[in-house]
T-cell receptor, first 113, second 111 residues
Framework: GAGVSQSPSNKVTEKGKDVELRCDPI?????LYWYRQSLGQGLEFLIY????????KSGLPSDRFSAERTGGSVSTLTIQRTQQEDSAVYLC???????????FGPGTRLLVL | KQEVTQIPAALSVPEGENLVLNCSFT??????LQWFRQDPGKGLTSLLL?????REQTSGRLNASLDKSSGRSTLYIAASQPGDSATYLC??????????FGTGTRLTVIP
């Protein structure tokens, strides 16, 4: 079946612009996660959605970052007023339920000039 | 805060060799531990998931062990192949909504 998909695969933007990153989870998966992987560093948790519960935003690095999940399916990660340090690979993952294997998308490579 | 360490950071082996990748974590209160593979320019692929109550999991040439009390896991790859070349990440899940990743081991299998 179809896996997790993300778009765009690559995004180049100018400092100060807003960007939106999209994630389509595996159908039926109730949990959705966003992570960030900066060059030379490990993965960093950003935000988590589970069903209709309020998302866990504890990993968002600043108030310029926000995310939403519509209809319990597609999710959008928005970065406002991008900074060069936002350059990273943004990965989305979904899982059938809590504490289950997470399935990752291919990521969006963001470059802020 | 949970810290996950992977040793070595990079490893090169000739094709056919068996090898072991190591992962350690500081807080043994985990739900599970997962091993992932990351290929350049691609997302993560889940290889094995070990629940906290389990000691090991096997899939094909891969075997992962978990010693929760000592905060350690190993990934054993038998009869390595050039196609195994990738970065291998371990991650521990400490709650319903959080996964702590190591920085990975970059494996190169030389034909």
């Amino acid at each position: 079946g179809a896996g997790v998909s993300q778009s765009p695969s690559n995004k180049v933007t100018e400092k100060g612009k807003d960007v939106e990153l999209r994630c389509d989870p595996i159908s039926g998966h109730t949990a959705l996660y966003w992570y960030r992987q900066s060059l030379g560093q490990g993965l960093e948790f950003l935000i988590y959605f589970q069903g209709n519960s309020a998302p866990d935003k504890s990993g968002l690095p600043s108030d310029r970052f926000s995310a939403e999940r519509t209809g319990g399916s597609v999710s959008t990660l928005t970065i406002q007023r991008t900074q060069q340090e936002d350059s990273a690979v943004y990965l989305c993952a979904s899982s059938p339920d809590l504490i289950e294997t997470q399935y990752f998308g291919p990521g969006t490579r963001l470059l802020v000039l | 805060k949970q810290e996950v360490t992977q040793i070595p950071a990079a490893l090169s082996v000739p094709e056919g060799e068996n090898l072991v990748l190591n992962c350690s974590f500081t807080d043994s209160a985990i739900y599970n531990l997962q091993w992932f593979r990351q290929d350049p320019g691609k997302g993560l692929t889940s290889l094995l998931l070990i629940q906290s109550s389990q000691r090991e999991q096997t899939s094909g040439r891969l075997n992962a062990s978990l010693d929760k009390s000592s905060g350690r896991s190993t990934l054993y790859i038998a009869a390595s192949q050039p196609g195994d070349s990738a970065t291998y990440l371990c991650a521990v899940q400490t709650g319903a909504n959080n996964l702590f990743f190591g920085t990975g081991t970059r494996l190169t299998v030389i034909p």
